[in-house]
């Protein structure tokens, strides 16, 4: 069992940085991939960007490639998405998820309670 507990989210004017911050908790969280998602009002969720804990490749959406940043500090626990050069468009909830095992791919297992983002124009 993981448990993940999403923070960091706001409102912010275009253009502006946000970092979201998860924190896990859990006897197998090191044995996990762990993503980000977020999902904006009247749209399916979509995957931002994962990476496992053993580290390797970083994957990110095409749409927050050169802006989102992915990172983790394995001795917290944590994992946390740098946003820069916000747009509108990036306003959502944003949610962290943990699967089993090292891909990116598959069903996320685990997820938080998500946090909201809001970019102003």
């Known amino acids: 069992q993981v448990q993940l507990v999403e923070s960091g989210g706001g409102l912010v004017q275009a253009g502006g940085s946000l970092r979201l911050s998860c924190a896990a908790s859990g006897r197998t969280v090191s044995m996990h991939t762990m993503g980000w998602f977020r999902q904006a009002p009247g749209k399916e969720r979509e995957f931002v960007a994962a990476?496992?804990?053993?580290?390797?490749?970083?994957h990110y959406a095409d749409s927050v490639k050169g802006r989102f940043t992915f990172s983790r500090d394995n001795a917290k626990n944590t994992v946390y998405l740098q946003m820069n050069s916000l747009k509108p468009e990036d306003t959502a909830v944003y949610y962290c998820a943990a699967r089993p095992g090292s891909s990116p791919y598959g069903t996320y297992d685990y997820w938080g309670q998500g946090t909201q983002v809001t970019v102003s124009s």
């Open positions: 990476s496992s804990w053993s580290g390797g490749t970083i």
